[in-house]
């Protein structure tokens, strides 16, 4: 809970840098991609049974992670990028043994989860790297303090 609240505020006094705003925007846009693929492909473009299948659940794991995504929390970025990997595992085991459309949508599907998680991974990579950054820059005398450089 500390670790929500405390990214949550950090998250409000900061503005977002263009590459957390990009990546955010990238694991957002393809979460949702993923989830209408699923709801899509189960459905109506390649359903196990005609007239669609229960497997369509399959897509409520994703949107619990929406929420966590769109209020910018970074535990939900770390978490994703480990769930991600079922659904990658998913499509590349449809993608291999499946007969079209099922085999193309499963190559979609891999193709978004690595999308989600090099999405994920470098959002919490750069809201680190600036968090230590302005953290440095924050306490007294280490700013100040110039570099040593060698020749």
Same mark, same amino acid.
């Given at each position: 809970m500390n670790d929500n609240s405390s990214q949550a505020g950090?998250?409000?006094?900061?503005?977002?840098s263009p590459t %957390? =705003? $990009?990546?955010? $925007?990238?694991a957002v846009a393809s979460l949702l991609a993923l989830i209408a693929l699923g709801l899509a492909w189960e !459905?109506? !473009? =390649?359903? !196990?049974r005609p007239g669609g299948s229960w $497997?369509? &659940?399959?897509? !409520?794991?994703l949107c619990i992670p929406l929420a966590? &995504? &769109?209020?910018?929390r970074m535990y939900t970025y770390r978490w994703l990028s480990l769930l991600v990997w079922i659904y990658f595992t998913e499509? %590349? %085991?449809?993608?291999?043994?499946?007969k079209p459309p099922g085999n193309w949508l499963g190559l979609v599907q891999v193709l978004l989860c690595v999308t989600l998680f090099v999405a994920c991974a470098m959002h919490v990579w750069v809201r680190l790297?600036?968090?230590?950054?302005?953290?440095?820059a924050a306490q007294p005398g280490v700013a100040g303090q110039p570099s040593k450089q060698t020749s």
């Amino acid at each position: 809970m500390n670790d929500n609240s405390s990214q949550a505020g950090s998250a409000a006094a900061f503005p977002a840098s263009p590459t %957390v =705003a $990009l990546t955010r $925007l990238l694991a957002v846009a393809s979460l949702l991609a993923l989830i209408a693929l699923g709801l899509a492909w189960e !459905l109506w !473009l =390649a359903p !196990l049974r005609p007239g669609g299948s229960w $497997l369509a &659940l399959k897509v !409520l794991p994703l949107c619990i992670p929406l929420a966590g &995504l &769109l209020k910018n929390r970074m535990y939900t970025y770390r978490w994703l990028s480990l769930l991600v990997w079922i659904y990658f595992t998913e499509g %590349v %085991v449809r993608a291999w043994g499946d007969k079209p459309p099922g085999n193309w949508l499963g190559l979609v599907q891999v193709l978004l989860c690595v999308t989600l998680f090099v999405a994920c991974a470098m959002h919490v990579w750069v809201r680190l790297s600036n968090a230590k950054l302005s953290s440095a820059a924050a306490q007294p005398g280490v700013a100040g303090q110039p570099s040593k450089q060698t020749s």
